[in-house]
């Protein structure tokens, strides 16, 4: 059944002859991230987040005080609210919260820190509005994984006021690729393969950026102090090593953190919740994380 | 509070000397883990496991239709039902059934396989009990969440029905203790030291025995077809890698995998849990995953 499922998404990810291209990726991940709609209950409202593009949602039921801001994948050069808008919403539904989706800045035209810049733009605002940072929840996929750790690490050198948690869905925690499963697991992954990343690293953090900077590989970033943090991977993914030594160094470092692998999913499975109930399972376990925690 | 409260386990734990010797250690591990203890509303009964000893207990509201088997730790050398009672009590609590806890037999009087084999007696003593194995669940912590994987490695091996998910504590996974946190947590483990592994894993499996073996380190078995398995573990042990290890081994051979990392908790911290908010809430969890499942 749920191998079916996760069968039928692949298929449906590789119907297309993979894109070449900034605009075509992008494009690309609209399409796949939207064959789905948004649930009927799901009220969205576009946000102006001080000059950062954004979508609030709410679902029946969730509770408007608490927000679940959310940082969608894409390498950091493609991804958007719309391609991720099913993901987030039913996050919120299964937190029962708000959520507040943030349009970042892409590279190859806005590399580094231009993404960090606007992430903490959106934080402040979210501040502003009069909400708690103990109300509030961070999590992203991928690239937004990334950029969730490294808006808390930079909320910590502050010396401000952090999120009450954080989740991470299929995580890129090192730019400088260095984890085993970028080979073991590259004949199973569909999506991500190690010629993209490099390719997505080059344009986001172009030389003389160092990729070793903890503000582009958190992996290797001191994480005392960090908030408790679920990080979700699938078993099929050249990301798995990502996801296992980023909870090894914050567990380590003595952070509250719970991995879960999830067999047969892939790269930001949750995307795809409407027809994976692997994908509903899995945003269900994190909302549970963090409604724990708000 | 929190470290408040483990700061008095660790004062516990070094209140006498260390002890040399079985008998010793066998004295010192019933006389720690039975400070506390089991709460009133548990009933206790002995158990002839067909020739091997066991405890039955049932905490008020339980389930007795469904069992957790325990198995204790104490590195295959010491440890006993007395010792672990309250963190097996109140994990059945927690998952709301009956547990089974065993008294293998121990080294260096009784070398591997015995407890391997004792396992597999109490394993089926509880199938012939009429329990199908889809309602047993299998736990334990150190050693015996090394005996956890082991027996159901020899139940997947053998082609026989598997319990429904596995719990491990602080397992040891890695008689060949090639953990890197072996050396990076030495010092803030007050429980567990390389030359002390050293010397259980001599007693338990001596030379000819190949520690590599899969059936003594399950770390490099082949985990495809392990039941889903939920792993704890304190960010403050030198078998923190073992666990991790772990979850990466298994989780990328398709097995669903849940990976805690508690910070400032110490090796098997749940045993302490009637002065533990930690301990109780690392059961807590435990249940709920148990019952996810079950």
């Known amino acids: 059944m749920s191998q079916q499922e996760i069968d039928a998404i692949r298929t449906l990810l590789t119907s297309k002859p993979r894109p070449v291209g900034w605009s075509e990726r992008r494009q690309r991940i609209d399409e796949v991230g ?11 409202e576009e946000a ?18 608490r927000v679940l801001m959310f940082f969608h994948g894409g390498g950091y050069c493609s991804g958007s609210i719309l391609s991720h808008r099913r993901m ?18 892409l590279a190859p035209e806005h590399p580094y820190p231009a993404a960090h810049e606007d992430a903490m733009t959106a934080w402040r605002f979210l501040r502003k ?9 961070v999590g992203g996929d991928s690239a937004g994984g990334n950029l969730t750790i490294t808006l808390i690490n930079r909320l910590r050198s502050a010396g401000e006021e952090q999120p009450a948690c954080a989740w991470l869905a299929s995580p890129w925690t090192d ?3 260095s984890g085993p499963s970028l080979e073991t697991k590259d004949a199973v ?12 690293a080059s344009a986001y953090a172009p030389a003389p950026v160092d990729r070793k900077d903890p503000l582009i590989s958190p992996l290797f970033a001191d994480l005392h102090g960090f908030p408790p943090t679920l990080i979700q991977v699938g078993s099929e993914e050249t990301l ?22 999830w067999p047969h999913m892939i790269h930001a499975w949750p995307m795809w919740n409407a027809k994976l109930e692997d994908g509903r399972q899995a945003l269900s376990q994190a909302g549970q994380f963090i409604r724990r925690w708000l």
């Open 34 to 44: 939207s064959v789905w709609p948004v649930a009927d209950d799901v009220r969205l």
């Open 48 to 65: 102006d987040l001080d000059g950062v593009p954004g979508e609030w949602s709410i679902a029946s039921g969730s509770d408007a005080a």
């Open 88 to 105: 987030v919403t039913e996050a919120g539904r299964a937190a029962r919260m708000r959520t507040l989706a943030v349009a970042y800045r």
């Open 129 to 137: 509005q009069g909400i708690p940072a103990r109300n509030i929840a």
């Open 175 to 177: 730019l400088t690729m």
């Open 189 to 200: 992954d569909p999506l991500i393969h190690k010629a993209y990343l490099e390719e997505l």
């Open 240 to 261: 798995l090593d990502d996801a296992v030594r980023f909870a090894r160094a914050a567990g380590s470092a003595e952070v509250n953190v719970t991995l879960q692998i």
